[in-house]
């Protein structure tokens, strides 16, 4: 199993990022998937998930300035950042996770840098 995030780099205030998860290894339309971020610090918090059904959820923080969504043709999920802030610099995470029999199926990605400065 591999999530392999990327589109992470600096950016100015203001800016806007593309970060994808590509995925290999599950029935990736299945699972449910998120974004998660840790800053330098502070513990890993939820930024984002989309169920299998494509419902999503945010956390206060980002709504209305990121969009999280899937593809299940190519097993990717991504995350549409807008109107960044310097407090969004983190190193983000994909998550996908499947719940099976009893049984919870729990994969991360590697993550990537997200550096929000002038």
């Known amino acids: 199993v591999q999530l392999v995030e990327s589109g992470g780099e600096l950016v100015q205030p203001g800016g806007s990022l593309k970060l994808s998860c590509a995925a290999s290894g599950i029935g990736f339309s299945n699972y449910n998937m998120g974004w998660y971020r840790q800053a330098p610090g502070k513990q890993r918090e939820l930024v984002a998930t989309i169920d299998s059904a494509s419902s999503t959820n945010y956390t206060n923080s980002v709504k209305g300035r990121f969009t999280i969504s899937r593809d299940n043709v190519e097993n990717t999920v991504y995350l549409q950042m807008n109107s960044l802030r310097p407090d969004d610099t983190a190193v983000y995470y994909c998550?996908?996770?499947?719940?099976?029999?009893?049984?919870?199926?729990?994969?991360w990605g590697q993550g990537t840098h997200v550096t929000v400065s002038s």
């Open positions: 998550n996908a996770v499947f719940v099976f029999q009893g049984r919870t199926y729990d994969f």
